[in-house]
């Protein structure tokens, strides 16, 4: 058991590219989640899903897509990376909405 | 909205030292609360938690009650140690809804 497992641990991009940030959960929750977490900002909620196929929005979901095509997997994806975008990434992943979330150990990104 | 206020950090004390972090929430219904702990340089993790009024969350000496007439859900301990350092945030959530995080509260012991 796995738990929830994100890759790669460390990204640098360079403006304008686009990548992909993998996460995997083997428990068969429901709900899956990513955050991103910058310096005195806490931890803002970029998009959400609360089973397969179906995907919502959080609070800053600009310039991130997610798809959520399997129960196990949400990938996140960087359509043109800005410098903005600079921050750790957290997924995170739960039986159902109000159960205690499983993290993720984090992907620091860094867009030069 | 949902929403989850906490009080601003950095908190310092000394080893042995009462510990309040004061937590507060605006939601519709009869949300579940959570406190999470982020050690440094890893990812959150589940502390405590209470799921309806009144309930008391428990782990590791901290302590949490779930208080719907103050809308609160204050995290105590009686007596912190330098390995409690660390970043605590509380939370709340809906079944079927996004999960609610306060902007976290970093704590530092001093031995």
């Known amino acids: 058991n796995a738990g929830v497992t994100q890759t790669p641990k460390f990204q640098v991009l360079k403006t304008g590219q686009s990548m992909t940030l993998q996460c995997a959960q083997d428990m068969n929750h429901e709900y899956m989640s990513w955050y991103r977490q910058d310096p005195g900002m806490g931890l803002r909620l970029i998009h959400y899903s609360v089973g397969a196929g179906i995907t919502d929005q959080g609070e800053v979901p600009n310039g991130y897509n997610v798809s959520r095509s399997t129960t196990e997997d949400f990938p996140l994806r960087l359509l043109s990376a800005a410098p903005s975008q600079t921050s750790v990434y957290f997924c995170a992943s739960s039986y159902q909405g109000n159960s205690p979330l499983h993290f993720g150990n984090g992907t620091r990104l860094t867009v030069t | 909205g949902n929403s989850v206020t906490q009080m601003e950090g950095p908190v310092t004390l000394s080893e042995e030292a009462f510990l309040t972090i004061n937590c507060t929430y605006t939601?519709?219904?009869?949300?579940?609360l959570f406190w999470y702990v982020q050690y440094p340089g890893e990812g959150l993790q589940l502390l405590l938690k209470a799921t309806k009024a009144d309930d008391k969350g428990s782990n590791k000496g901290f302590e949490a009650t779930y208080r719907k007439e103050t809308t609160s859900f204050h995290l105590e301990k009686g007596s912190v140690q330098v390995s409690d350092s660390a970043v605590y945030f509380c939370a709340l959530s809906r079944r079927d809804d996004k999960i609610i995080f306060g902007k976290g509260t970093r704590l530092h012991i001093l031995p």
């Open positions: 939601a519709t219904g009869y949300p579940s």
